[in-house]
């Protein structure tokens, strides 16, 4: 199983970045799939989750309003849809994978066994 995070860079407050993360090895309309962060010297943090359908989303209040997830199953992939980048944001972006039999979404870092390498996003301020 293998979950490959693609997207990040440096960009200016702001701007928009599309992260993506390709999973392989695993029946992706199966898992919930979940995106979290991780900036320097702080915990890693949730950012947002999708349910297997794409039925329910749930996003963190310091990006709802910025940030889309979204996913496409017939290409095994979850995307990102970052708008209005703040400093803030600038973290390592790290996408995670939970077998689910539901339509739920999860927010907690222990929910998820599988996790990717994670991509960097810097944002200039």
């Known amino acids: 199983v293998q979950l490959q995070a693609s997207g990040g860079g440096l960009v200016q407050a702001g701007d928009s970045l599309r992260l993506s993360c390709a999973a392989s090895?695993?029946?992706?309309?199966?898992?919930?799939m979940g995106w979290f962060r991780q900036a320097p010297g702080k915990e890693r943090e949730f950012v947002s989750s999708?349910?297997?359908?794409?039925?329910?989303?749930l996003y963190a209040d310091s990006v709802k309003g910025r940030f889309t997830i979204s996913r496409d199953n017939a290409k095994n992939t979850v995307f990102l849809q970052m708008n209005s980048l703040k400093s803030e944001d600038t973290a390592v972006y790290y996408c995670?994978?939970?077998?689910?039999?539901?339509?739920?979404?999860?927010?907690?870092?222990?929910?998820?066994?599988?996790w990717g390498q994670g991509t960097q996003v810097t944002v200039s301020s």
């Open positions: 999708i349910s297997r359908s794409s039925s329910s989303t």
């Open positions: 090895g695993l029946t992706f309309s199966r898992y919930s």
């Open positions: 995670a994978a939970r077998n689910s039999i539901s339509s739920a979404t999860y927010n907690g870092r222990s929910n998820y066994p599988l």
